[in-house]
Nanobody, 126 residues
């Protein structure tokens, strides 16, 4: 069975940084794009970043662009999302998800991501 496990969430201070990890098992990892989604309290889930099978192809939403990095380690079946200059509005439940595409991961809609983790909670205090 495909399994995605997120980690790295917790309580953080505004202005600080954190790194989230998504470990994938049960699938040929390098065949899939990986995305991070965030669901803030009272808001819809949004895609904030993704990385295609080609490591050079990444996407960041305007809300995290310029202060986030996403990398994948195919040897460890893991994707990392590093966020810096954290803001209280970064608070939310962070999910990773797998999607299959021959094109850029930025083109994949949320409904096209086929496997999801359970999420890790990030709480940024001011």
């Amino acid at each position: 069975d495909v399994r995605l496990v997120e980690s790295g969430g917790g309580l953080a201070q505004a202005g600080g940084s954190l790194t989230l990890a998504c470990v994938v098992s049960g699938i040929t990892f390098y065949d899939y794009a990986v995305a991070w989604f965030r669901q803030a309290p009272g808001k819809e889930r949004e895609k904030i970043s993704c990385i295609s099978t080609s490591e050079g192809d990444t996407y960041f939403s305007n809300s995290v662009k310029g202060r986030s990095t996403i990398v994948r380690d195919n040897a460890k079946n893991t994707v990392y999302l590093q966020m810096t200059s954290l803001k209280p509005e970064d608070t939310g439940l962070y999910y990773c998800a797998l999607g299959r595409t021959y094109h850029s991961c930025s083109a994949l809609a949320q409904r096209e991501y086929v496997s999801w983790g359970q999420g890790t909670l990030v709480n940024v205090s001011s």
